[in-house]
């Protein structure tokens, strides 16, 4: 069984810049696809981007695209933010689960076998 790890958390003021690593104990079939997921304060959780390993493509909520990036380390995935809004704050999980079914549809169901513990993101206005 894969573990996820994520770091990177903290306070930013609005615009600011953080990136927020997961770090897998295994890259194999079983972290063939891998997300970062948010839960704002007393709010649903929502999925911000998708990751295909066998891709360097990503897919990006439309709620950060253009201020969020996703990108593979050697042995993390990455979550780069951007010009980071106080709607940001919350949350964030990495997930990861086996190569199966459309990638996008795994995202919105939030379909995936193995999940992080969270690092909290804040920003203030």
């Known amino acids: 069984q894969v573990q996820l790890v994520e770091s990177g958390g903290g306070s930013v003021e609005a615009g600011g810049s953080l990136r927020l690593s997961c770090a897998a104990s295994?890259?194999?079939?079983?972290?063939?696809?891998m997300a970062w997921f948010r839960q704002p304060p007393g709010k649903e959780r929502e999925w911000v981007a998708c990751f295909y390993a066998g891709s360097t493509d990503a897919i990006i909520a439309d709620s950060v695209k253009g201020r969020f990036s996703i990108s593979r380390g050697r042995n993390t995935l990455d979550l780069q933010m951007n010009g980071l809004k106080p709607e940001d704050s919350g949350m964030y999980y990495c997930?990861?689960?086996?190569?199966?079914?459309?990638?996008?549809?795994?995202?919105?169901?939030?379909?995936?076998?193995?999940w992080g513990q969270g690092t909290q993101v804040t920003v203030s206005s």
């Open positions: 295994a890259f194999n079939y079983y972290t063939g696809y």
């Open positions: 997930a990861a689960g086996p190569p199966d079914g459309d990638l996008r549809s795994r995202c919105r169901n939030a379909e995936f076998s193995t």
